[in-house]
């Protein structure tokens, strides 16, 4: 190709540029409302700045700084921005990723636990300053007659038994002063319920090494969690900060497992409680939060929540086939609560699709015969850097499978054929950012595959996936971290995904439509208030 | 999609991995011939054995080894593989991406150093254990008046003037054995010469601090290496040392800047030597090697070499003018030897393609005018992270420019219409997998974009780019690394990247003809060398 002229050169440069980012939802679109195009020059223009300010400063312990740097370290200077500030206020659609065992905020858990008697607490030693950064706690719920014996001797009294169960306020307001006292008790458990970033990016700096301090932080506080009087207000503080995040519906993951060594325990601390009861509780908090919601005028900011039933994937065959089989009864009883079906579990150690393909296939047949209306399967799949391993070819089989979305799906970008079957079939991507990058997956935000798929026109939801463990609650963080590695997606690419995490959700068509129709009324809100808010901002930093 | 047995689901699977890898090179060759099928094989499961064995230890300073690991900590593991012995044995074909400056190990440039008086190397004070590590040599051929009046003082005395030049043999031979003697001068000059793990893994751990360190190791010893004496013997070097990892034909890029600090310094070190004259020596070069190997009835294991023509992308567009004017000269006395024109330098920092649009847009004219040979452009482009920064947005440039290949093109994967057009008029990137890991666009070889590439049908050339910087002399190292993080790329794969190295090179056609017809024998050599010696190997393994 040859040009007479530089204007020319220009011209022909424009069309590739309009050619190469054709598929991606924001130039698809086509003309952009005033408001629109005004919003997100605005929203460009406040990254511009902080880039280029409250970027390049230095700070304790941050040697260089850069937007999309390593969440758990450039945490503290994200909430300081401008531009967090304004996502905060971002209607987000749907939350369509997530394990509920870890949605709620540690700090809110253990005021949850103080609550509640039931509550013990113990340790393999007793805790002193050169063992309380690698002893772990342990939580259970323990029934009335068995709380009279436990000990009274604090976890840092020297004269403690090891393994002895402590009341939980107890251990917490005996909690020796050397160690922080109360203070000190709610570290060591946030601590061991959440990954820091030397774990994460020195002493675990690896996917396989990073994956036992994730799994860790599960065993620490599941069993206090599924404490079924407790399990009731973590789904509802689960749903009403997901609101105050401006999410309108989520579809938690949850785990079912059945015989597991972490059941659901009933308010006596005596028996497992029937999952069916679970989705009983489930229901009723839900119908209060919108009976609350309702009272207030605010019947807007949520449709609604469904649940994604998992297992774990190093189970049996024959025991997924009894799981199956529980997912259908559950639906037959809550059909507007079940939204699909999905395993759980590091893909790159545990078990591939593969392993459980006799009892997946015969999944919709069972329903046929129970005759619910249809389980979609929704599968994690490709939660790996490997390039043709057991867990990168988990892609070919959830979707021959017909999963209707895929979980993470981080290594679809090697994957050509894939790639157009999602688009064809709509099979959008639940992509979690932050998750990918703590868990190792991606160093940073600027060497995540994110850009990839959008440019080729997949259909993706941003997800937080494990927030209490990584500290991304809500979905602003996420949004974030997209939105400061890249020069390209802007606010309109935000809202595009928001309206995708609806449009992709398990919600009636038309719960769909309502959804959207709410959400394109608040997304006009927020442009208006994102316009004023830049200016102000922009202003406020030139006249610096 | 519903399937009524196992068997029917695997059929349909099968189909869809071959579908969805259809582009690769590797599958789209069809049938393999038996002994391409056994070696394949052989090679596969000498890695897997070895992944089991040797990456599984512990390893002094490797807390925590993997295949594919960051390279300048893995390296002593990697040479330690039999996978790693086989590779050297490959033929490799073509070396398109290296930069002269940066391709003959330092320990040999220091020995070729030791031969010339007219070397001289200073420091900016007096070394001690304290300073040694962060003051930097600087070394320059004298001419012979200024060389009498050179201190003798080691550089490790306390009385030693700074700024003062020292002969080089002399500063090494009094060097302070306290600080390691001759040897440790050595060290000294090494580690400003080179990256090591804890520069680019913990204290220059961005792409922006690591870039810093890289062109430092370029200041160290460029003047000392454009000495024209050592320049020739720097050559000879470079081309016996690649031919002697199994690379046929090189293509490096040579740094032409008219005016520049760092010239080409005549034998009487008085003044500088005019680019032609270098061209004169690397043709002289170039004939004698062929000589050798004729008279040794070793001509087929060494094709030629081509220059490719490069300045530095932060000179003015009037500048650039004149180097293109530069390049067509040479290409007129040297038809031979000019492959083509690129510019340099960190596409981060410096000035992007369109700054120099209007020059650039001229040079077919200006060739056509001046009646030489086509001299195509092989452009840098997208070596970086951004997302539509000018680094990124380089690539539209260089593809409208008419790039015959891409020199990185890291960001490619992001532009689907690029990756089209790059299949379309076949153009070839040069991918250089160390490079990219140590500069930080990626954490390790599994994060890395090429099996992106791969699959989507682009053609790919592994290359080296700076290996006396970064250790990864020859190609055998780079090969390793994409062979090692991958369960889908084999030898095939590797085979085929060979022959697109020489397929997307300079040479006319005629020379690309005898080039493959010469390779392809190699490669048979080859695979029947590897079916036996990984045979030897994976016997070994299974008997201990």
């Known amino acids: 190709m040859s040009f007479s002229s530089i204007s020319e050169y220009q011209a022909h440069r424009d069309e590739l540029i309009l050619a190469d980012r054709a598929q991606r939802a924001d130039h698809k679109k086509g003309q952009l409302s005033e408001l629109e195009a005004r919003a997100d020059k605005v929203v460009r223009d406040v990254r511009a700045f902080e880039a280029a300010t409250i970027w390049t400063r230095e700070y304790q312990g941050v040697p260089h700084p850069f937007p999309g740097m390593e969440f758990l370290t450039g945490r503290s200077i994200i909430v300081q921005t401008e531009l967090f500030k304004i996502l905060e206020k971002m209607p987000k659609g749907a939350l369509l990723h997530a394990h509920l065992d870890a949605t709620v905020n540690v700090s809110h858990v253990i005021k949850l636990a103080m609550k509640y008697p039931a509550i013990h607490v113990r340790a393999s030693t007793a805790l002193n300053a050169s063992n309380i950064g690698s002893v ?9 007659e068995l709380r009279s014996s436990a000990g009274q001797v604090s976890l840092t009294d020297s004269k403690y038994t090891p393994g002895t169960w402590v009341p939980f306020n107890r251990a917490r307001e005996s909690f020796d002063p050397q160690l922080g006292g109360p203070e000190g008790f709610d570290q060591w458990i946030t601590a061991a319920a959440t990954i820091n970033p030397t774990e994460a990016y020195v002493t675990h700096n690896t996917v396989t090494k990073i994956w036992q301090k994730f799994q860790s932080t599960f065993r620490v506080n599941a069993h206090m969690i ?3 009087p407790l399990h009731k207000e973590y789904i509802r503080e689960f749903i009403l900060s997901s609101i105050a995040d401006g999410i309108s519906y989520v579809e938690p993951r949850i785990n079912f497992v059945l015989g597991e060594i972490r059941p659901f325990i009933s308010a006596d601390g005596l028996s497992h409680v029937p999952h069916r009861e679970i989705l ?3 229901d009723e908090v839900l119908n209060d939060v919108k009976a609350e919601l309702k009272a207030q005028g605010r019947e807007d900011e949520f449709i609604g ?13 024959e025991n997924l086939e009894l799981h199956l089989q529980e997912c259908i009864a559950l639906k037959k009883e809550f059909p507007h609560l079940i939204a699909g079906f999905d395993l759980v579990g590091d893909e790159n150690v545990l078990k591939p ?15 046929k015969e129970a005759g619910v209306p249809e389980i979609p399967f929704i599968f994690h799949g490709g939660e790996t850097l490997g390039d043709g391993t057991e867990a990168d070819m988990n892609l070919y089989d959830a979707i021959l499978l017909g999963t209707k979305r895929i979980g993470h799906g981080f290594s679809l970008v090697k994957h050509p054929k894939l790639i157009e079957i999602c688009k064809e079939r709509e099979i959008a991507i639940e992509v979690c950012p932050i998750s990918n990058e703590i868990l190792r997956l991606t160093s940073s935000m600027h060497m995540h595959p994110l850009p990839i798929l959008l440019n080729q026109g997949v259909h993706v939801a941003l997800c937080s996936d494990d927030p209490s463990v990584f500290g991304n609650m809500g979905l602003t ?3 974030f971290q997209v939105l400061a590695a ?5 606010l309109i690419q935000l809202g595009e995904m928001a309206k995708d995490s609806i449009k992709f959700s398990s919600l009636e068509q ?7 129709a709410i959400w394109q009324k608040r997304w006009e809100k927020f442009l208006e208030y994102v316009v004023a808010e830049g200016q102000r901002v922009l202003a406020k930093g030139s006249a610096n």
């Open 477 to 479: 963080f996420d949004y």
């Open 353 to 367: 699709l593969t392993y459980y393909l006799e009892p997946l296939l015969k999944f919709k047949e069972m329903q």
């Open 486 to 490: 890249s020069e390209i997606t802007g």
């Open 510 to 516: 038309e719960g769909k439509d309502r959804a959207l």
């Open 280 to 282: 009983q509780d489930f």
């Open 305 to 317: 929540a469904r649940i994604i039933y998992t297992t774990l994937r190093f189970i049996t065959p």
């Open 226 to 228: 599924r404490y079924r």
């Open 136 to 144: 772990l706690p342990e939580l259970l719920p323990l029934p009335e």
